[in-house]
């Protein structure tokens, strides 16, 4: 007994050690807690848990581990104990929850209950801890307030908790939730109950007749969410999110009364700011989750502008703005960025037709008050429409663009700013209608806006809009303007380089020689004469530029030699490609001490690309040096977790996390730091097996291998994308080795792209993963897939074809629906265009099949024929 009672202490100390703030204590701790085994980790937990007269931090982190056990390691630990250690277990828990006097801990001990009754439903539904249920009926209308909450706490946390009895106990769920949702007296059980209700609804999220059963609870649960507001829990808010983003359909029968509470909401003033924005999320969320339902609501959407709009003026004087050098990130708490990118997801979500006619008059009025912050606000809010309201505005394009541009000449520097971003906005989503309309306009104020000296941010967002205008420029409008532009970006160049040199400010200077850079991407070889005026400066930067605080203009200045040197082409950027290269090399050396997130990296990966295009078969020589870094980056592995609501309520978004929430309390959370990085050095790869062939064989095995996984790495398209495209150019590369090599490398990659065809999710990538294997198949020829290959292939294929009947199927069925509206049939055609672009690629895969096989696969063909003819049949119908 002594002996147990000195482990037991050994065991506080740990959890102790547990939460110390020293990384080394804490490690050690870790591990001596990894090894202690299973069974004896419950005992001792649970006994910390009992213990009261223990630290209170030592309690609750033996709650969270002995959750965390049960929901990591259930199947290890829990049926390997002896019947009568369960069942202690179990009676344990439930005596502890009764006993528990402290609220926060006693929810701890709810946490693990839950987690234990969701690991005790069996396969068929049937919960195997009877007394759980009984004591969750027991609590629910017991005297006790902490037993009530607790039943509640249990319920939310794991609503399917009845099996496959809940059909049973439908009735005695909603009288439950209906009793605790009127409690009076008892704000926390309100709010409690709203949220096991919402929890509830989710997890039955498919069944429909379950919604109309618990319609009536709406009401209730809108009070709930209003009253929990005033008391500064924005719980059930949240849940009412989830609601409208999971199942909009339960909330029709009270649509009206849901908006009309976001709505008061969303302006009531004395709530704090995150409060209502989420508010304003309910709005936002259903145009996008439930459209039509909400076209009908035009009142409600027409209040909502003005008070998207009333966020965007949130605004905060600054007198530092002007000439601030660093960007700071948006501050996405903001109202005013809130506000902004809610307009744009509500004109994209409900549609141009809607929205425009009620946000116009707002904008014009806005345009024209005296107050810089309305005017501010009025052209954000035209950049951020543009996308939703595409059409419409196309018709009015030249009465909005002479306005706007306007205000490039405002007396307030942020009006300014403004201004060069509704126009940089409109020149990428109008384009390339925009710049055959407005070219003369636009250049010329652009170019006097980037003059605007004593304002250097309005400089830099000048240049950063004539980037945007340049990029999706028709050639030929842009050459009768090369010569005036090109004064006008070398003057400002040389410019900011002295006042880089004599004060060390960069911003403009960043963003100019991109300026530059997409000129010269878009004139091409007309670039020729203005070659010798920019490239010593260029050079002059990156050599000089080695600051920490200089790496993006150094990174940007490479970027832009680069593209230069693309533009004019071999012969006339042969006089500087070996120093150019030198330069590169020496910042490639120095690439193992770059820190992860140097913004270089990035760059530098591209131009070694563009280097490898301008140079071609001469730049085999220096692959020993770039694949290093670039096989290291194309790598990178990000941290993922996967968290239950109990952690996730300690992370938040701005630590570069982000989750998706896979539903039953748990959500999945990745570090999306270095991933664009990764997609980058992908596509590069892609680059050089592309431009050097056989001169890339060397590197064709470690390239395959890193690539054929990533056909599965769905945290990012573009990697999925870039190992597609890089499987039939690694054959092309891998040919000269022999039949023997290729023939291994296909056995290697084969499998996995007949199954990356069967499970890829996203249409987009879809398309390219079907055209890359349709190439390697007329790489290899005949005889390269075996009769396995031919029997999955076979099974894919004519589930791709019958998916398109079967949508086509569901697409009449949404025709019937009551919200039914034209704006429907527009997103229905997209996804039946959709559709018929992926059969093309089905037809790529027969193509390069048949021209390989020829007769010999027609037997293996006839299981697709009669799903082709249905096909062309149908294709002959009416409509």
């Given at each position: 007994?002594?002996?147990?009672?000195?482990?037991?202490?050994?065991?506080?100390?740990?959890?102790?050690?547990?939460?110390?703030?020293?990384?080394?204590?804490?490690?050690?701790?870790?591990?001596?807690?990894?090894?202690?085994?299973?069974?004896?980790?419950?005992?001792?937990?649970?006994?910390?848990?009992?213990?009261?007269?223990?630290?209170?931090?030592?309690?609750?982190?033996?709650?969270?581990?002995?959750?965390?056990?049960?929901?990591?390691?259930?199947?290890?630990?829990?049926?390997?104990?002896?019947?009568?250690?369960?069942?202690?277990?179990?009676?344990?828990?439930?005596?502890?929850?009764?006993?528990?006097?402290?609220?926060?801990?006693?929810?701890?001990?709810?946490?693990?209950?839950?987690?234990?009754?969701?690991?005790?439903?069996?396969?068929?539904?049937?919960?195997?801890?009877?007394?759980?249920?009984?004591?969750?009926?027991?609590s629910v209308s017991s005297q006790n307030v902490g037993l009530r909450e607790a039943a509640l706490h249990i319920f939310w946390n794991f609503p399917g908790i009845f099996g496959n009895q809940q059909q049973h106990y439908l009735d005695v769920i909603k009288r439950m939730l209906v009793q605790c949702m009127q409690d009076q007296e008892h704000p926390s059980i309100r709010t409690l109950s709203a949220r096991a209700t919402a929890a509830f609804i989710l997890a039955n999220e498919h069944n429909v007749a379950l919604f109309k059963h618990f319609a009536d609870l709406l009401p209730g649960f809108l009070q709930a969410v209003n009253d929990s507001c005033y008391q500064n829990?924005?719980?059930?808010?949240?849940?009412?999110?989830?609601?409208?983003?999971?199942?909009?359909?339960?909330?029709?029968?009270?649509?009206?009364?849901?908006?009309?509470?976001?709505?008061?909401?969303?302006?009531?003033?004395?709530?704090?700011?995150?409060?209502?924005?989420?508010?304003?999320?309910?709005?936002?969320?259903?145009?996008?989750?439930?459209?039509?339902?909400?076209?009908?609501?035009?009142?409600?959407?027409?209040?909502?502008?003005?008070?998207?709009?009333?966020?965007?003026?949130?605004?905060?004087?600054?007198?530092?703005?002007?000439?601030?050098?660093?960007?700071?990130?948006?501050?996405?708490?903001?109202?005013?960025?809130?506000?902004?990118?809610?307009?744009?997801?509500?004109?994209?979500?409900?549609?141009?037709?809607?929205?425009?006619?009620?946000?116009?008059?707002?904008?014009?009025?806005?345009?024209?008050?005296?107050?810089?912050?309305?005017?501010?606000?009025?052209?954000?809010?035209?950049?951020?429409?543009?996308?939703?309201?595409?059409?419409?505005?196309?018709?009015?394009?030249?009465?909005?663009?002479?306005?706007?541009?306007?205000?490039?000449?405002?007396?307030?520097?942020?009006?300014?700013?403004?201004?060069?971003?509704?126009?940089?906005?409109?020149?990428?989503?109008?384009?390339?209608?925009?710049?055959?309309?407005?070219?003369?306009?636009?250049?010329?104020?652009?170019?006097?806006?980037?003059?605007?000296?004593?304002?250097?941010?309005?400089?830099?967002?000048?240049?950063?809009?004539?980037?945007?205008?340049?990029?999706?420029?028709?050639?030929?409008?842009?050459?009768?303007?090369?010569?005036?532009?090109?004064?006008?970006?070398?003057?400002?160049?040389?410019?900011?380089?002295?006042?880089?040199?004599?004060?060390?400010?960069?911003?403009?200077?960043?963003?100019?020689?991109?300026?530059?850079?997409?000129?010269?991407?878009?004139?091409?070889?007309?670039?020729?004469?203005?070659?010798?005026?920019?490239?010593?400066?260029?050079?002059?930067?990156?050599?000089?530029?080695?600051?920490?605080?200089?790496?993006?203009?150094?990174?940007?200045?490479?970027?832009?030699?680069?593209?230069?040197?693309?533009?004019?082409?071999?012969?006339?950027?042969?006089?500087?490609?070996?120093?150019?290269?030198?330069?590169?090399?020496?910042?490639?050396?120095?690439?193992?001490?770059?820190?992860?997130?140097?913004?270089?990296?990035?760059?530098?990966?591209?131009?070694?690309?563009?280097?490898?295009?301008?140079?071609?078969?001469?730049?085999?020589?220096?692959?020993?040096?770039?694949?290093?870094?670039?096989?290291?980056?194309?790598?990178?592995?990000?941290?993922?977790?996967?968290?239950?609501?109990?952690?996730?309520?300690?992370?938040?978004?701005?630590?570069?996390?982000?989750?998706?929430?896979?539903?039953?309390?748990?959500?999945?959370?990745?570090?999306?730091?270095?991933?664009?990085?990764?997609?980058?050095?992908?596509?590069?790869?892609?680059?050089?097996?592309?431009?050097?062939?056989?001169?890339?064989?060397?590197?064709?095995?470690?390239?395959?291998?890193?690539?054929?996984?990533?056909?599965?790495?769905?945290?990012?398209?573009?990697?999925?994308?870039?190992?597609?495209?890089?499987?039939?150019?690694?054959?092309?590369?891998?040919?000269?080795?022999?039949?023997?090599?290729?023939?291994?490398?296909?056995?290697?990659?084969?499998?996995?792209?007949?199954?990356?065809?069967?499970?890829?999710?996203?249409?987009?990538?879809?398309?390219?993963?079907?055209?890359?294997?349709?190439?390697?198949?007329?790489?290899?020829?005949?005889?390269?897939?075996?009769?396995?290959?031919?029997?999955?292939?076979?099974?894919?294929?004519?589930?791709?074809?019958?998916?398109?009947?079967?949508?086509?199927?569901?697409?009449?069925?949404?025709?019937?629906?009551?919200?039914?509206?034209?704006?429907?049939?527009?997103?229905?055609?997209?996804?039946?265009?959709?559709?018929?672009?992926?059969?093309?690629?089905?037809?790529?895969?027969?193509?390069?099949?048949?021209?390989?096989?020829?007769?010999?696969?027609?037997?293996?063909?006839?299981?697709?024929?009669?799903?082709?003819?249905?096909?062309?049949?149908?294709?002959?119908?009416?409509?």
């Amino acid at each position: 007994m002594a002996a147990a009672a000195a482990e037991q202490q050994q065991f506080y100390l740990l959890l102790g050690n547990l939460l110390s703030p020293d990384n080394v204590v804490r490690k050690q701790a870790e591990e001596t807690y990894e090894n202690i085994p299973g069974q004896s980790k419950i005992t001792f937990l649970l006994q910390a848990i009992r213990n009261t007269t223990a630290a209170e931090e030592a309690r609750q982190m033996a709650a969270v581990l002995l959750r965390r056990l049960l929901s990591s390691a259930f199947d290890e630990v829990y049926p390997a104990l002896p019947p009568d250690v369960q069942t202690a277990i179990k009676s344990e828990l439930l005596m502890i929850i009764q006993m528990e006097t402290q609220s926060s801990m006693r929810k701890k001990i709810c946490d693990i209950a839950a987690e234990l009754a969701r690991n005790l439903i069996d396969e068929d539904g049937n919960n195997q801890w009877p007394e759980g249920l009984k004591f969750l009926f027991d609590s629910v209308s017991s005297q006790n307030v902490g037993l009530r909450e607790a039943a509640l706490h249990i319920f939310w946390n794991f609503p399917g908790i009845f099996g496959n009895q809940q059909q049973h106990y439908l009735d005695v769920i909603k009288r439950m939730l209906v009793q605790c949702m009127q409690d009076q007296e008892h704000p926390s059980i309100r709010t409690l109950s709203a949220r096991a209700t919402a929890a509830f609804i989710l997890a039955n999220e498919h069944n429909v007749a379950l919604f109309k059963h618990f319609a009536d609870l709406l009401p209730g649960f809108l009070q709930a969410v209003n009253d929990s507001c005033y008391q500064n829990d924005d719980s059930v808010l949240k849940s009412l999110v989830e609601i409208a983003d999971t199942v909009p359909k339960y909330l029709r029968p009270h649509l009206e009364a849901t908006l009309q509470l976001s709505l008061k909401l969303c302006g009531d003033t004395s709530l704090n700011n995150m409060q209502r924005q989420l508010a304003l999320e309910v709005i936002v969320t259903l145009s996008e989750t439930a459209a039509a339902m909400l076209r009908k609501h035009t009142n409600i959407v027409a209040q909502t502008i003005p008070q998207m709009l009333a966020m965007m003026v949130d605004l905060e004087e600054d007198e530092d703005w002007a000439n601030a050098d660093e960007l700071e990130d948006d501050d996405f708490d903001s109202n005013a960025v809130a506000g902004e990118s809610a307009l744009d997801r509500m004109a994209c979500g409900l549609g141009g037709k809607l929205v425009l006619p009620m946000i116009k008059e707002h904008i014009m009025q806005m345009l024209q008050n005296p107050d810089w912050k309305y005017r501010h606000a009025g052209l954000m809010a035209l950049s951020a429409i543009g996308e939703g309201c595409h059409q419409q505005m196309e018709g009015i394009l030249n009465e909005i663009v002479n306005f706007v541009l306007l205000f490039l000449q405002d007396p307030h520097p942020r009006v300014r700013y403004a201004a060069c971003n509704a126009v940089g906005q409109m020149a990428t989503d109008f384009a390339p209608g925009f710049q055959k309309k407005f070219h003369e306009k636009v250049i010329a104020a652009l170019l006097q806006t980037m003059e605007d000296q004593g304002n250097q941010r309005v400089q830099a967002h000048a240049a950063a809009a004539l980037i945007n205008f340049t990029e999706d420029c028709p050639k030929s409008l842009l050459i009768p303007y090369l010569d005036n532009l090109v004064k006008h970006l070398h003057s400002i160049m040389v410019l900011k380089l002295q006042e880089l040199i004599q004060k060390g400010t960069k911003l403009v200077l960043e963003q100019v020689v991109t300026s530059i850079a997409s000129v010269a991407d878009t004139a091409e070889e007309k670039f020729v004469p203005y070659y010798d005026l920019f490239m010593p400066s260029l050079k002059h930067i990156v050599e000089n530029a080695v600051q920490k605080e200089l790496r993006l203009l150094r990174g940007k200045t490479i970027e832009c030699i680069s593209l230069i040197g693309l533009a004019v082409g071999k012969e006339k950027f042969m006089q500087d490609a070996s120093d150019v290269m030198q330069l590169l090399l020496k910042t490639q050396t120095d690439f193992s001490d770059m820190e992860d997130d140097d913004p270089q990296i990035s760059y530098m990966i591209s131009a070694w690309a563009r280097m490898c295009k301008i140079l071609g078969k001469e730049f085999q020589q220096y692959l020993p040096v770039v694949m290093g870094p670039l096989m290291k980056t194309a790598s990178i592995k990000p941290e993922v977790a996967l968290l239950d609501t109990q952690d996730m309520e300690n992370m938040s978004d701005d630590d570069g996390w982000e989750f998706v929430n896979l539903g039953d309390q748990q959500s999945f959370g990745i570090k999306t730091a270095g991933l664009e990085e990764k997609s980058t050095a992908c596509q590069m790869l892609v680059c050089y097996a592309k431009e050097l062939k056989e001169g890339f064989v060397e590197y064709t095995e470690q390239v395959v291998k890193l690539m054929v996984p990533l056909l599965k790495f769905y945290f990012h398209d573009g990697v999925r994308v870039a190992a597609a495209e890089s499987m039939p150019l690694l054959l092309e590369c891998a040919r000269v080795r022999g039949p023997e090599y290729l023939t291994q490398m296909w056995h290697f990659m084969c499998d996995a792209l007949i199954k990356a065809i069967g499970t890829e999710p996203d249409s987009d990538v879809l398309s390219e993963i079907m055209h890359s294997f349709a190439k390697c198949i007329e790489v290899m020829g005949d005889g390269c897939l075996n009769n396995e290959h031919f029997e999955e292939l076979g099974g894919i294929l004519k589930a791709k074809l019958e998916e398109h009947f079967k949508n086509q199927e569901l697409r009449q069925v949404k025709r019937q629906d009551e919200d039914y509206d034209e704006q429907v049939e527009e997103s229905l055609q997209d996804e039946d265009d959709n559709d018929v672009y992926i059969l093309t690629k089905v037809s790529d895969i027969l193509h390069s099949i048949f021209s390989s096989y020829k007769e010999k696969v027609l037997p293996w063909f006839e299981q697709l024929l009669p799903l082709i003819v249905n096909l062309i049949v149908r294709q002959h119908l009416p409509q």
